[in-house]
């Protein structure tokens, strides 16, 4: 196998640099059919906002792709200077590049481990790859394969699990609470940026409707209009929390808009429905924790949300041990495979090729002795080249399955091949 | 005379299969497997069949106090099972198998005591008259109907504490959410009320015709009745007049079982006399 995955990714290179370097849909397409118009390769190229990696790679013959040719290219392709990028590069071969995309495609190598995106990502960069044709025998076996362990790290071990966004946690704390959303108002206060992305969370819920409100009415009337809500003026806060099931809120207010003193007092009395959940994602709180009792009233702030996010990380991290031996298994599984393929048809050819001259000499034998011999005796003869034969290839075949095994069969499969006159 | 195998069938059978139905549950409470809940619910559903099959040939009577139970139990046997195939995420049978396996231990109880006498009760005996018959199966579904307040109550109290504690919601047991178990609690509160009530006047009027003694009016099993249906007249003015709901309304729902199994733990007022 003759494999390069070269790139760089969060790890070795900040932000700033990745954005430098990634590859819009058709700058991809263009530079992965130029990469292997150049070097006579199979290409892939995979590009998302955490990494940027080349796979190139030939079915047959070395790869002459290195860590300073790549450096090159993606300089050339971004105009950025090849030995700026150089020192961005990380690269692995063979075996290893095949570990690497799957600990790409299973999210192991992820800056989120687990997050469910990359193997979608490597998906549809194959599929674009296949459709413009930078693909061929060893890239359209190694990206399904890697894609298949993906699937199987995440359905044998807990990797996945959980949900490790502030956003999808605060609708969870939300789902232990209500179950039907059709009869439920969701009231947001604020319009902070964090505040859109758990609303655009809620709103997958279906909520019967969404009440805005702000310091700023026109900030209120613009959120509304984004959420398809309506906007409450800011002096209504209180009707609007008694009404309310669900509050998301982002001030950026100083001090807590909501005391336990004021909601005791003017909100709770006014309340008729069920629990309220509050989730607080600003900073500085604008609810009094205190108003939190689990049963009426739920108010889960920001630092409840991480906590619950680092819990689900460190209970993801205790499955990447099992995860990494799945990778390792299945590498071999690919490895073996890949050379099994590849010596195949020489050792069928050679074996052809070797039953050629056997029929050549026996069958001429047999004739020269038709009369002599009973059928018995014929059998026996034809038995006893074959089992030459197979002694003889026995050697070679054996060699060159080791050597597949060990990883370097190259040089012995061109030995056999000219040893034996194979074409 | 010829004993076939299902005579065999004692408590010790259902009663096991149930305790092994909840041991694999609780497992697969910390080692979520598919094949823990296969286990679990061919040990229910073991338990189930043979549960069935011993209501079925011995017809514990429902005066009795060990048959009342015994029969609750079946009911909330089989709304376990339907529970843990219709909620196959929620840690269903954890809740409510104990209930099961603490109405099947009662009823033990009572029937190697006192009543011992009372498994040889010939035919389904629900009383003298129809009117008796009505009356034992209003008050056995208005008591599974507490019973399943219970049951929600109880999980709503775990699910209330998990929030109050702020405990990761996908991490530990998985329960519904406060929403559907106040539902299932107020649907099941309601249902049971007019049952009882109606269950209730019955007695009374059998009680009257036919029994009418003091001793009787004061049974233990007559003033926990009054007292069950007390509380569950309370729950109703909470819950609707008074605009209570959550915590408050899930421990009266609590002490509403209580008195529940007291009241079927007791001897009937009627059984008594006819022995």
């Known amino acids: 196998m003759n494999l390069r995955a070269i790139g760089c990714n969060f790890q070795t ?63 050339e392709t971004h105009g950025l200077p090849g030995e700026r990028v150089r020192p961005l590069l990380y690269g692995h071969s063979d075996a290893t590049a095949v570990a690497h995309l799957c600990r790409v495609a299973a999210s192991l190598d992820s800056l989120i481990v687990g997050e469910g995106q990359i193997a979608g990502q490597v998906k549809q960069t194959f599929e674009s790859a296949r459709k413009q044709g930078t693909t061929g025998p060893l890239m359209n076996a190694l990206f399904p394969h890697a894609l298949r362990t993906a699937k199987r790290i995440r359905t044998e ?81 209180d009707d609007a929390l008694s009404e309310a099931d669900i509050v998301l809120s982002t001030t950026g207010a100083a001090e807590p808009i909501v005391s336990q003193k004021r909601y005791q007092e003017l909100i709770q009395p006014r309340r008729t429905g069920g629990t309220l959940v509050v989730l607080d994602i600003a900073v500085p709180r604008d609810f009094d924790p205190a ?13 409840d949300l991480t906590r619950v996010r680092e819990q689900t990380l460190a209970q993801r991290r205790k499955h990447i041990a099992p995860a990494e031996a799945i990778v390792v298994a299945e590498v071999k599984a690919f490895v073996d495979d890949w050379q099994r393929r590849k010596n195949g048809p020489v050792i069928q050819q050679l074996r052809t090729e070797v039953d050629k001259v056997r029929a050549d000499v026996v069958l001429p034998l047999l004739a020269k002795l038709d009369g002599k011999l009973t059928h018995a005796e014929k059998e026996y003869i034809e038995g006893a080249f074959k089992l030459f034969q197979n002694k003889l290839l026995h050697g070679p075949i054996a060699a060159l399955q080791e050597a597949s095994r060990e990883g370097g069969s190259g040089s012995l499969l061109e030995a056999v091949k000219k040893l034996f006159r194979l074409g | ?44 559903a073991v338990g189930l069949l043979t549960h069935t099959a011993y209501l079925a040939l011995h017809h514990p009577s429902p005066a009795a106090p060990y048959g009342s139970l015994l029969l609750l139990a079946w009911v909330l046997a089989v709304f376990y099972f339907y529970g843990t195939i219709h909620h196959a995420r929620q840690a269903w049978a954890v809740f409510v198998l104990p209930v099961v396996i603490g109405l099947v231990g009662l009823s033990l109880l009572l029937i190697t005591g006192d009543n011992a006498n009372d498994i040889h009760v010939p035919p389904w005996s629900f009383g003298d008259t129809l009117w008796g018959a009505i009356h034992g199966f209003l008050l056995l579904f208005a008591g599974v109907g507490v019973s399943v307040a219970f049951l929600a109550s109880v999980m709503y109290l775990v699910q209330a504490r998990r929030l109050r504690d702020k405990l990761n919601p996908l991490g530990g047991i998985k329960i519904l959410s406060l929403e559907r178990l106040e539902a299932m609690n107020r649907r099941s509160v309601n249902l049971a009320f007019p049952l009882l009530t109606v269950g209730l006047i019955l007695g009374g009027i059998l009680l009257k015709r036919e029994y009418d ?28 007049a008074a605009n209570v709901a959550g915590r408050r309304l899930a421990v009266l729902s609590i002490l509403a079982f209580a008195l529940l199994v007291a009241v079927l733990a007791t001897a009937h007022p009627f059984a008594e006399v006819a022995k």
């Open chain 1, 13 to 75: 290179a900040n932000v700033e640099l990745r954005e430098k370097l990634a590859f819009t849909p058709e700058r991809q397409a263009f530079a992965a059919s130029e990469l292997s118009a150049r070097f006579g390769c199979e290409t892939v190229i995979l590009s998302t906002c955490n990494r940027v990696e080349l796979y190139v790679g030939r079915a047959q013959g070395g790869s002459p792709f290195d860590l300073d040719l790549a450096a090159e290219f993606l300089g």
């Open chain 1, 157 to 237: 071990t807990g990797i996945s699990s959980g949900h490790v966004s502030v956003s999808s946690v605060a609708v969870d704390y939300v789902r232990q609470v209500f179950d039907y959303f059709e009869d439920k108002t969701v009231l947001v206060i604020g319009a902070g940026k964090m505040g859109k992305l758990t609303l655009k969370h809620l709103q997958e819920l279906k909520p019967g409707r969404i009440l805005v409100t702000n310091r700023s009415p026109q900030k209120a009337v613009e959120l509304a209009s984004y959420c398809g809500g309506r906007a409450v003026p800011w002096e209504k806060l």
């Open chain 1, 291 to 303: 108003i939190h009792d689990g049963d009426r009233v739920c108010v889960f702030n920001i630092d």
């Open chain 2, 1 to 44: 005379m010829t004993v076939t195998p299902l005579q065999g069938i004692t408590y010790t059978c259902f009663g096991l299969s149930y305790i092994l139905a909840l041991g694999f549950e609780i497992a697969r409470v910390r080692w979520p497997r598919a094949g823990l809940r296969s286990l679990g619910l061919i040990l229910g």
């Open chain 2, 213 to 240: 003694t003091i001793e009787n009016w004061w049974s233990l099993k007559v003033l926990g009745t009054v007292g069950l249906w007390s509380v569950s007249a309370l729950l109703l003015y909470m819950r609707y």
